[in-house]
């Protein structure tokens, strides 16, 4: 599988310096290996999720009971997600650490993909919705940092788009 497991270490090992112990996630091509080690790590919860919309729910209970998490999804599980997003997330200021699989964008080769690629940065602009990439290893862990730490202080969703660069091996 062409995904990078040494890239998906370095973002799973990031989030987890960043006290994430509860991860939401729907099977996702580039999430395989992600959603695997957090299957595999005792110290780690992950919710298996029906739709993406469930995991706002589930990070709101996890913010309630002093838990970090984070949504793991594909683009198009974030725009699935949007009424809880924003009338959940939003409305009550719950922090959301979304990270988002950019598919759709430059070097995408699957047509169905590149609608969603097309809207993803307009839609989270119009949110209000503050987001990153992540398109390097290096730059990886210093990312994730930040936007947990913004989404905690300021009490709203924070999105990291996971780049093709990053999690793509060719």
Known sequence: MPVSVANSKIVYSALKECGVRIMSALPETWL??????????????????????????????????????????????????????????????????MLISYRGTHGERDPWQTQGGNVTEPVLRALGIPYSFLDSPES???????????????????????????????
């Open 140 to 170: 990886a862990a210093r990312r994730i940092r930040q936007a947990q730490t913004l989404a905690e202080s300021s009490l709203q969703p924070v999105a990291l788009l996971l780049m093709r660069d990053l999690m793509w091996e060719e």
């Open 32 to 97: 395989v290996h992600l959603i695997r080690m957090a299957d595999d790590d005792p110290e780690m919860t992950l919710v298996r999720l029906a739709k993406e919309e469930e995991g706002v729910g589930i990070s709101a209970g996890a913010h309630f009971a002093g838990v970090k998490s984070a949504m793991l999804m594909q683009n198009h599980g974030f725009l699935a997600a949007i009424n809880g997003i924003v009338s959940f997330a939003h409305l009550y200021k719950i922090p959301l650490l």
